[in-house]
């Protein structure tokens, strides 16, 4: 027996650039020389991925098809075949078994290696041509017989393309111990020459497109498997003695491999329980664990061959009895970079397995024999298990007879099974209409016929269907062109051809038709290239030779479809049928685009984006503008006017015609990438509404209550800080309700998966009993809903490393960003340095590497006395201790997680759990979760890791279960306490307190400065009254700082500027009320903002409801949004009220007192207004100067009052705080130069200005309304007094202002969507142009 151990063959081919990558000027980023392929990294605008080197494969071909006038270079069809299909035609020839296979991404040039076209035939008919010209070659000593199989698997299930039975079921793999793996009822069919495997794969086609259209299977997720069997007979004419070698050649066209390159695309789909990546996975195993075995890294590792139906069939080819060969096929383009990748390195590793290939002689004779011993011995066990009665072993024998009886066919009868079976696929090919001669629509372009459009180019314009004077379309058996699956009736519409040659279609009642994209009604007159689509997805172009349109109106309609597919009607068609303009792609993005045009409302919030984009642009841009203006106008204040002028002045307008010109490029460049952005974004919301039509129909079909909507959220990826440039901020999901169940949010990729388990339970469905359906979903579960849902992504939450470039400890709460672009709660968590040191980032932005290698490094002396340099090393401490403000339906079950920096595998930070602790039913309580999470890493200083904390951010994921564990949820609360806790986190996040204390001091006995007692009084609302003696020097000590856990806006006051005093009044304690510090200027100025901007949205939801209440026939959708806007209409007044007048203890400001103070504060907290943009927090140009934020929050009796401003003294390093000089003479008020009467207060008003540095660097004026007493000496017995009750005694009082920045934004689906994009969109617009400069 003849062995030979070979390694797998592996080629690579480059297809040229397509349509789509050409006109979006992508670059190249392969190379091919030689055996040697060179993959660069894409460009890219984010710091650190340029430094990407370039990668190096070696292949034993690579192919370099992308430039076909590159002569020298190009490798055409004809060099694929010669240097890998003559290879595996001689191995064959020689008895071996032999195996080609092709593997890439859709779209890379898989099926046109293989398959090729009607001028480029690809490897598979090369093979067989030449396969029957060396037969025809042979002498009369050698006799062959050729046989052909070819299957196609599907999620797991095969079907047989070349038996008219086998596309409907699937068939069942055994393996026997004598025959190995093989699929139980495959048609294997005898032909004599080329022309026969020709026509039996072009069937296989048109039955591979037919049910694949049926249920809309993407034929992209399929693997096609073409089988060739050679028996070679050589006859020993002098001894009369023959031989046989028998060998198998597969052909094998893999599935698209991008659906399992992208990241975590593989582990999310195999969870999602679908098996339609099963092979592609198992196959990388496969090929991984062979690849080891051959290096010698695990000799005994198991190989997962049966894991899936592709590697147990492929078992052989596969490290076993083969030759094999490999054509990975790969795109040129740079956005298809890690597809590329992911498939160079897959070919990469097929390249190492050795196969043990044996030439197969005189195989039938031995195999036939073991078979006939085995059902001998079969028979005897079970004659005597026959009283056991023993199932599995009758079912052997029957196997192996069936086995034993098609391996003693003879040839003859093979060939008339071939005939039988030829006879019986055609009949069944014609009674659906289709025309039985040769594929592709090139037969009779003089007739009338229509022709399918399909997503593989294998399979578009496979089937051609001629038209009759009456042609029927439906489902029924009686109709002339039968067609079924989703959306078809069983009669459809009716196609008529009229004497003239005009061709009409009139579509049946409830039957879904389209003609050029647009639903149609009534009957319609269909001109020459009309594209057709009957139910869900038969998508077809008609060829109508006599009804072509003139030559300008052709011109008109396909430059105009190209631009707009919205502005035609359906009468607009092409002029040729066989144009590559009018393929399955245009035909269904035609639809898809009228669809949205006419009634879609994601289409309204595309329009509403461009809108706002555009007007902030022009915003933006006048912005930079009058920035330029002011900071050349201060450069030409700064600079001297005696010395250099002239070039100064021309310096200046240099810089000025510079910075316009940047500020144009910059804006030119953000345009196109907004474009580019929306393009994308349009692209992305078609696919996921051709998705949800199908799932629909499904449901409705099936009456499952399900019903699915396109909604847009923000992915998990692209809410971290650190994403990439040029990244859609918002992508399409889809939102599945089930009457009486919750809704939930899939991504477009898991409706993907479960659409193809829909179909499944659809097609049973359609063929068994509903016994058997009920039995099956028990036992499949329910695609259409999850019952068991998973961990929802609450939000992330970005915490900026910047703080480890200082010594301190950084400790915030940081808001929890959700996929809808609102705040869900906020994660305290501390970060800081708790070992090594940072190099200070060097002035002005140089980050060159000679410079950060030096800081990067230290030097340490080895053992033999030689320098080395060590890269410094840096400890962080990550500490996430609870999260708050968490949403209701989301609060159970919650943990975190987060990647630091290198680390490969997320860091996940568990929830506090204590067991003996009773669960509390406070709702406060069930907002927060503890995690007491800590954790130090130990990271290398390098350069990338600088510009990381300089730039980045620690993107902490918070995850949440709506189900509580006893099937019920404990956050099914009142929904007003859910609207009333949504207010008021919408006001925390624009609002936080500061306090004001002051105290006064006076000289004592030592000659020190000592502060005054406080002395509390019912009737006094200012914290207390300050014992002033008569005569004495006195100093006014005022601090501020914020006040934590008081609301969510960073709020940092830098330092008091200044202070003044004044507003001297007194009043009666018997016959007048107290003063204190509380005013209400800025809350009737916030309440009236707050009423504006409800009025606005109010007006918006009146002008929505009123629409739908004007609609004469309303749909379910209609009914629903017209209940969720009257809901939000009530709601919008709920909030006005609760504004307006707020509950005790609500959070919102302006609400009453609903405390105990602390003693010496004010029990009323007052309102200060910045009225600070909202986008950006920065300030508005009339909040300057003069007119700075609280100078017109004037109190009562303040108006027209004298104030004088006091010298300050000295400042504090450690808080903001001032103490200053108070001569109380400058006031020349009587009520201060004596001592104050029992039955008087004098009060009064103290004024800070301070600085802020957050949330805008601004000035804000503070006030304190302060309270004395003055009086002479203390007599001996008062002394003694205020010594026994010093511990009691204070020394200062206090005042607690509510800082609110802005109006928080009103809620609303689709305002929060829009909204959240253009503010990320706009903060990476003004980010982006920040660093141009």
């Not at 894409?42 to 076909?68: I, L, Q």
């Not at 079969?378 to 004659?383: D, I």
């Not at 062109?481 to 009716?494: D, R, S, T, W």
């Not at 474009?675 to 499952?704: G, H, I, T």
Request: glycine fraction near 6%; aromatic fraction near 8%; include cysteine.
């Amino acid at each position: 027996m003849k062995m030979s151990d070979s390694k797998v063959k592996v080629a690579v081919r480059v297809r040229p650039m397509n349509r789509r990558e050409i006109e979006l000027n992508t670059k190249c980023i392969l190379e091919m020389e030689d055996n040697q392929t060179v993959l660069h990294p894409p460009p890219s605008n984010t710091k650190g991925e340029n430094r990407k080197t370039p990668k190096v494969f070696a292949f034993d071909y690579c192919f370099w098809s992308m430039d076909e006038s590159n002569v020298t270079q190009y490798a055409g069809q004809e060099v694929v075949f010669k240097c890998l299909g003559e290879g595996i035609l001689e191995n064959a020839f020689q008895g071996y078994n032999a195996c080609v296979f092709a593997y890439g991404q859709t779209g890379s040039g898989k099926s046109f290696s293989m398959m090729g076209n009607g001028d480029q035939p690809g490897l598979i008919p090369r093979l067989c041509c030449s396969l029957f010209e060396r037969v025809s070659k042979e002498d009369k000593s050698h006799s062959f017989k050729v046989e052909v199989s070819y299957m196609e698997i599907y999620n797991e299930k095969v079907r047989d393309l070349l038996d008219p039975k086998g596309s409907r079921q699937s068939l069942k793999v055994r393996e026997h111990k004598v025959f190995g793996p093989y699929v139980d009822g495959l048609s294997q069919l005898a032909v004599t020459n080329f022309e026969d495997i020709e026509s039996l794969m072009s069937e296989g086609n048109k039955s591979r497109t037919v049910a694949a259209t049926n249920m809309n299977e993407e034929s992209s997720r399929s693997h096609a498997v073409f089988n060739i069997i050679i028996t070679q007979t050589l006859y020993d004419l002098q001894s009369g003695n023959s031989g046989e070698k028998v060998s198998k050649v597969s052909l094998v066209d893999l599935a698209g491999s991008e659906r399992v390159s992208k990241t975590g695309a593989a582990g999310e789909r195999l969870k999602e329980g679908s098996n339609i990546n099963k092979s592609l996975t198992t196959l990388g195993c496969v090929i991984s664990a062979l690849a080891d075995q051959s290096a010698g890294k695990g000799k005994n590792k198991f190989v997962p061959y049966r894991d899936s139906v592709l590697t147990w069939l492929l078992k052989d080819n596969l490290g076993g009895n083969s030759k094999t060969a490999m054509i990975a096929t790969v795109s040129p383009a740079a956005d298809n970079y890690e597809e590329t990748l992911s498939t160079l390195r897959y070919a990469d590793r097929a390249k190492r397995i050795v196969n043990h290939a044996v030439v197969n002689e005189d195989p039938n004779a031995r195999i036939i024999r073991e078979l006939r011993e085995e059902v001998e011995k079969l028979r005897e066990q079970l004659s005597q298990a026959e009283s056991l009665k023993a199932p599995e072993l009758k079912e052997k024998l029957e196997e192996s007879e069936k086995l034993i009886k098609e391996m003693t066919l003879t040839w003859e009868e093979k060939l008339r099974k071939t005939e039988e079976i030829a006879q019986e696929r055609q009949r069944q090919l014609e009674s659906m209409g289709i025309s039985l001669e040769s594929s592709g629509i090139k037969v009779g372009e003089d007739k009338c016929f229509l022709v399918n459009l399909n997503a593989d180019p294998a399979l578009n314009e496979l089937l051609v269907y001629y038209l009759k004077e009456h042609t029927r379309v439906g489902a029924d058996t009686s109709q002339d062109i039968q067609l079924f699956g989703i959306g078809i009736q069983p009669e459809h519409c009716l196609l008529e051809i009229t004497g003239d040659g005009d061709v009409t279609l009139t579509p049946i009642e409830n039957a879904r038709t389209c003609v050029n994209g647009t639903m149609i009604y009534s009957v319609v007159h269909l001109w020459h290239g009309d594209r057709i689509l009957w139910g869900n997805n038969h998508f077809f172009r008609i060829n109508l030779p006599k009804r072509k349109r003139r030559d300008c109106l052709k011109e008109r309609e396909r430059d105009s479809t190209k631009e707009c597919f919205s502005d035609h009607d359906v009468e607009t068609g092409s002029e040729a049928s066989s144009e590559q303009d009018y393929n399955y792609e245009f035909a269904q993005m035609e639809v898809m685009m009228k669809t949205l045009n006419n009634n879609d409302p994601m289409q309204n919030v595309v329009q509403v984006l461009e809108k706002q984009y555009m007007e902030e642009k022009r915003t933006a841009l006048e912005e930079q503008r009058m920035m330029y203006e002011r900071e050349l106008e201060q450069l030409r204040q700064q600079l001297s006017p005696e010395r250099h002028h002239r070039s100064s002045m021309d310096r200046l307008s240099f810089s000025t015609q510079t910075a316009q010109q940047k500020v144009r490029l910059w804006s030119e460049e953000r345009d196109e990438l907004f474009r580019q952005s929306l393009a994308k974004l349009r692209e992305q919301v078609v696919r996921a509404n051709a998705l949800v039509r199908e799932a629909n129909f499904l449901s409705e079909d099936m009456n499952k209550l399900t019903d699915y909507q396109v909604t847009l959220q923000i992915p998990a990826a692209n809410l971290s800080a650190n994403r990439k440039r040029g990244a859609i901020v918002s992508e399409p999901a889809i939102q599945v309700r089930r009457k009486g169940k919750g809704i939930q949010v899939w991504p477009i990729e898991k409706l993907e998966n479960k659409l193809v388990d829909m179909r499944d339970h659809y097609r049973d469905w359609k063929e068994k009993t509903e016994e058997i359906n009920s039995k099956q979903n028990n036992k499949r579960g329910d695609p259409f809903y999850e019952a068991q849902e998973n961990h929802n992504l609450i939000g992330v939450a970005n915490v900026f490393l910047e703080c480890l470039f200082h010594d301190v400890k950084l400790h915030y709460a940081v808001p929890i960003i959700s996929q809808q672009g609102e705040v869900a709660g906020r994660l305290h968590v501390e970060l800081m340095r708790v070992s090594g040191a940072v190099p200070e980032r060097l002035a002005g932005g140089d980050d060159s590497s000679e410079n950060s290698s030096e800081s990067c490094n230290y030097e340490v002396m080895d053992n033999n006395g030689e320098i080395i340099h060590m890269a410094k090393k840096l400890t962080c401490r990550v500490k996430i201790k609870k999260a708050t403000g968490l949403p209701l339906n989301l609060s159970n079950f919650v943990f975190s997680q987060y990647t630091f920096w290198d680390q490969c595998e997320p860091t996940v930070a568990p929830p506090v759990v204590i067991p003996d602790m009773p669960s509390q039913r406070n709702k406060e309580v069930q907002f927060t979760v503890s995690f007491d999470h800590c954790k130090d890493y130990v990271v290398h200083v390098t350069e990338e890791f600088l510009e990381f904390i300089a730039e980045g951010a620690l993107a902490i994921e918070v995850w949440g279960h709506r189900c509580a564990g006893n099937g019920q949820s404990l956050w099914e609360l009142d929904a007003m306490q859910a609207k009333t806790r949504t207010l008021q986190d919408r006001w925390s996040e624009v609002s936080r307190r500061i306090e004001m204390w002051t105290s006064v001091q006076e000289l004592n006995e030592l000659g020190e400065y000592t502060a005054v007692e406080l002395h509390q009084a019912k009737d006094v609302n200012t914290g207390g009254v300050f014992q002033l003696r008569q005569g004495h020097s006195r100093r006014l000590q005022v601090a501020v700082k914020p006040v934590l856990q008081s609301g969510t806006l960073p709020l940092m006051v830098e330092a008091i500027l200044s202070v003044s005093i004044g507003c001297v009044s007194v009043r009666s304690t018997k016959l007048q009320r107290g003063l204190d510090s509380y005013q209400e200027e800025d809350l009737n100025c916030v309440r009236e903002r707050w009423s504006e901007a409800l009025m606005k949205r109010r007006e918006y939801l009146d002008e929505q409801i009123k629409k739908i209440i004007h609609k004469q026939e309303k749909t379910e959708d209609d009914v629903e949004r017209e209940a969720r806007l009257v809901e939000q209409w009530v709601g919008l007044t709920e909030e006005r009220n609760a504004v307006l007048v707020p509950a005790p203890g609500s959070g919102i400001p302006g609400a009453p007192a609903h405390w105990t103070p602390p003693p010496g504060v004010e029990a009323h907290i007052p309102v200060l207004f910045l009225d600070l943009n909202a986008d950006d927090l920065t300030m508005n140009e009339h909040l300057t100067g003069p007119h700075a934020s609280g100078v017109n929050s004037i109190l009562p009796k303040e108006h027209g009052s004298q104030f004088f401003y006091l010298p300050i003294i000295r400042h504090s390093d450690q808080e903001v705080l001032a103490v200053c000089s108070w001569d109380s003479s400058i006031h020349d008020s009587v009520h201060l130069n004596r001592i104050t009467p029992p039955n008087e207060r004098i009060y009064l008003i103290l004024k800070a200005t301070v600085q802020l540095s957050h949330p805008a660097s601004m000035e804000l004026v503070i006030r304190k309304r302060i309270a004395v007493n003055v009086y002479n000496k203390q007599s001996f017995t008062q002394s003694l007094k205020r010594r026994m009750s010093l511990k009691n005694v204070l020394y200062s009082c206090g005042v607690l202002y509510e800082i609110v920045s802005n109006i928080p934004k009103v809620t609303e689906w689709r305002a929060v969507i829009v909204g959240t994009i253009i503010f990320i969109l706009l903060h990476f617009y003004y980010h982006s142009f920040a660093e141009m400069y």
